[in-house]
């Protein structure tokens, strides 16, 4: 337990830090430069991405299990960068359906997050061979549930802010300004206030997800 309330203080202390310097910055680079306004009109079609990834990482590595994690289709889809998937979208939308909007950012979106993240699920499930193969398909099923019931929050906790950053490279390309534009825009006009209110909202996630550990023997 003296290891785990360690490690909690640690990340309290990076997210202080982070606050810090968030507070710490010397004003606006310019004398024009003002705070953007909060991108409300992304919140809608943000949620529902998280909430589909949220869903759809821990079905697939329920489904399939740790050997996901060692498949070559898998490597394949998850190799492109955004920018490549930003694009298909952009070439495979049909001109009859209008500019492309939030649907075009919600599909490029999954088409570069899921397959990263269905890895990093696989790859931290335990090992099925022999048991609980041994005891056959309802066992293993099991054993994979209650690994991903534990890990789903600390999972979402670690990754939301990397999705939150990764969604720049689409939101420019794409043309819809979200919470990675925001993010970096507030970091160029230095508004640390904004700042200071994302550094709070993720540590505020992340300690939610800081529950009590049962200390191993």
Do not use: H, I, Y
Not at 189 to 197: E, N, S
């Amino acid at each position: 337990m003296a290891a785990v309330r360690k490690g909690t203080g640690l990340g309290l202390g990076v997210w202080a830090l982070g606050l810090a310097l968030a507070l710490g910055l010397p004003g606006a680079a310019w004398k024009q430069a003002r705070p953007p306004l909060f991108p409300w009109e992304m919140l809608g079609p943000t949620v529902l991405a998280l909430v589909a990834l949220a869903l759809l990482a821990p079905l697939l590595a329920w489904r399939t299990g740790p050997g996901l994690a060692r498949r070559r289709v898998l490597a394949l889809l998850e190799a492109p960068p955004d920018l490549l998937w930003g694009a298909l979208v952009l070439a495979l939308w049909p001109p009859t359906w209008g500019p492309p909007g939030v649907g075009a950012w919600l599909l490029a979106f999954l088409a570069a997050a899921l397959p990263g993240e269905a890895r990093w699920l696989a790859q931290a499930l335990p090992g099925e061979w022999p048991f609980p193969q041994a005891w056959g398909g309802a066992a293993v099923r099991r054993v994979r549930q209650l690994s991903l019931t534990r890990l789903w929050g600390r999972w979402l906790a670690a990754r939301l802010p990397v999705w939150l950053t990764a969604t720049l490279v689409l939101e420019q390309v794409l043309g819809r300004p979200g919470f990675g534009t925001d993010w970096m825009t507030r970091v160029v006009v230095r508004d640390r206030t904004g700042l200071c209110l994302w550094v709070l909202a993720l540590a505020l996630l992340w300690s939610l997800n800081q529950g009590p550990e049962e200390e191993v023997p």
